[in-house]
């Protein structure tokens, strides 16, 4: 791909965008002391300190770890009040090898407080240690503890929902798909908040326009990403990582869709929603203007980013009571 054909988007991001883009070169942030994962994971993880404080008090917050098939995983559960009348799992983006809960701690504290329901972030296994569909098999298991352990973590279990940003995004529907296609039961999903996801597309119009260092999101980046999740298979037309490839027809919980206008991955998120609409599955399709992949971190400066968060908590809310 010719990378002069692009085009140069930090012309036309919203001032709110520009304004964090001049916030990181006020304050760049040091490079990766190598080229290898753990320097990648810790640089990733100081840079998202600074857009993680001031977050909102919780009710309460408790780090559990949960035994799956595959070892020990950490989970925290944000409750924004005492008795919260559904649960979120929530799976954090940064590319299937980045990210923990602290990395996106604000927007899980956020989407508590706006939905009034519990938060249960999972800290699924890291790619490429960890590969597909091992995300997928984990947050499956850890829905199903929580379902059956849920009054002693004093949660309800009876409506539920997945969310997530980026890769986690994917992640998302995956499990939703996962415990449809195997039919596990953890609860009445009701809905999934999808941001700025990735589903399986190889190739699209946004993806030929848009992405580059600004978001680290050129063609090569990307590929760095599947590759390392999808390690041992190399498989991008699996169902459960190319989603366009599974049963988009029947039995998925109403999809709040949300996509950054100049983000190479917004025709993803344009695809599943015009899929699931063709299908007349319910679901809410909104493009933020101005915005680049990832913008939803930035709340603390971006007034767009809180409602992005604060939309998509709101739809999950109305699905409780439709």
Same mark, same amino acid.
């Given at each position: 791909?010719?990378?002069?054909? +692009?085009?140069?988007?930090?012309?036309?991001?919203?001032?709110?965008?520009?304004?964090?883009?001049?916030?990181?070169?006020?304050?760049?942030?040091?490079?990766?002391?190598?080229?290898?994962?753990?320097?990648?994971?810790?640089?990733?993880?100081?840079?998202?300190?600074?857009?993680?404080?001031?977050?909102?008090?919780?009710?309460?917050?408790?780090?559990?770890?949960?035994?799956?098939?595959?070892?020990?995983?950490? /989970?925290?559960?944000?409750?924004?009040?005492?008795?919260?009348?559904? /649960?979120? @799992?929530?799976?954090?983006?940064? %590319?299937?090898?980045?990210?923990?809960?602290?990395?996106?701690?604000?927007?899980?504290?956020?989407?508590?407080?706006?939905?009034?329901?519990?938060?249960?972030?999972?800290?699924?296994?890291?790619?490429?240690?960890?590969?597909?569909?091992?995300?997928?098999?984990?947050? =499956?298991?850890?829905?199903? @503890?929580? #379902?059956?352990?849920?009054? +002693? #973590?004093?949660?309800?279990?009876?409506?539920?929902?997945?969310?997530?940003?980026?890769?986690?995004?994917?992640?998302?529907?995956?499990?939703?798909?996962?415990?449809?296609?195997?039919?596990? #039961?953890? %609860?009445?999903?009701?809905?999934?908040?999808?941001?700025?996801?990735?589903?399986?597309?190889?190739?699209?119009?946004?993806?030929?326009?848009?992405?580059?260092?600004?978001?680290?999101?050129?063609?090569?980046?990307?590929?760095?990403?599947?590759?390392?999740?999808?390690?041992?298979?190399?498989?991008?037309?699996?169902?459960?990582?190319?989603? @366009?490839?599974?049963?988009?027809?029947?039995?998925?919980?109403?999809?709040?869709? =949300?996509?950054?206008?100049?983000?190479?991955?917004?025709?993803?998120?344009?695809?599943?929603?015009?899929?699931?609409?063709?299908?007349?599955?319910?679901?809410?399709?909104?493009?933020?203007?101005?915005?680049?992949?990832? @913008?939803?971190?930035?709340?603390?400066?971006?007034?767009? =980013?809180?409602?992005?968060?604060?939309?998509?908590?709101?739809?999950?809310?109305?699905?409780?009571?439709?």
């Amino acid at each position: 791909m010719k990378t002069k054909n +692009k085009i140069n988007v930090l012309e036309l991001i919203s001032p709110e965008m520009q304004q964090v883009m001049q916030f990181y070169a006020d304050n760049p942030q040091p490079a990766p002391e190598s080229n290898d994962y753990p320097a990648m994971r810790l640089a990733y993880n100081q840079d998202r300190r600074y857009w993680n404080a001031d977050a909102p008090e919780m009710f309460s917050i408790n780090d559990i770890s949960v035994n799956t098939s595959y070892g020990q995983v950490l /989970t925290r559960i944000y409750k924004p009040v005492e008795k919260t009348p559904a /649960t979120l @799992f929530y799976l954090h983006g940064g %590319g299937f090898i980045l990210g923990n809960l602290d990395t996106h701690d604000r927007i899980m504290r956020l989407l508590a407080r706006y939905s009034g329901c519990a938060v249960i972030g999972i800290d699924y296994s890291l790619s490429p240690e960890a590969y597909y569909p091992q995300a997928i098999e984990e947050s =499956a298991q850890i829905c199903q @503890f929580y #379902h059956q352990k849920a009054q +002693k #973590h004093g949660i309800n279990m009876s409506n539920i929902g997945f969310a997530g940003d980026s890769a986690g995004a994917m992640l998302s529907l995956a499990v939703v798909l996962w415990l449809r296609d195997n039919n596990i #039961h953890c %609860g009445n999903i009701c809905a999934a908040l999808l941001w700025y996801g990735l589903y399986g597309l190889r190739d699209s119009t946004s993806r030929r326009l848009y992405g580059g260092e600004w978001d680290g999101l050129r063609q090569q980046d990307l590929e760095e990403y599947d590759n390392a999740y999808l390690t041992a298979l190399g498989n991008r037309n699996a169902p459960y990582y190319c989603l @366009f490839n599974n049963d988009l027809t029947y039995d998925i919980p109403p999809c709040f869709i =949300a996509g950054a206008q100049y983000d190479p991955l917004i025709d993803d998120s344009i695809t599943l929603f015009k899929t699931l609409e063709a299908h007349h599955l319910p679901c809410e399709y909104k493009m933020y203007s101005g915005t680049l992949h990832a @913008f939803l971190h930035y709340s603390r400066m971006m007034k767009v =980013a809180d409602d992005a968060i604060r939309d998509g908590a709101n739809y999950f809310v109305k699905q409780l009571t439709d």
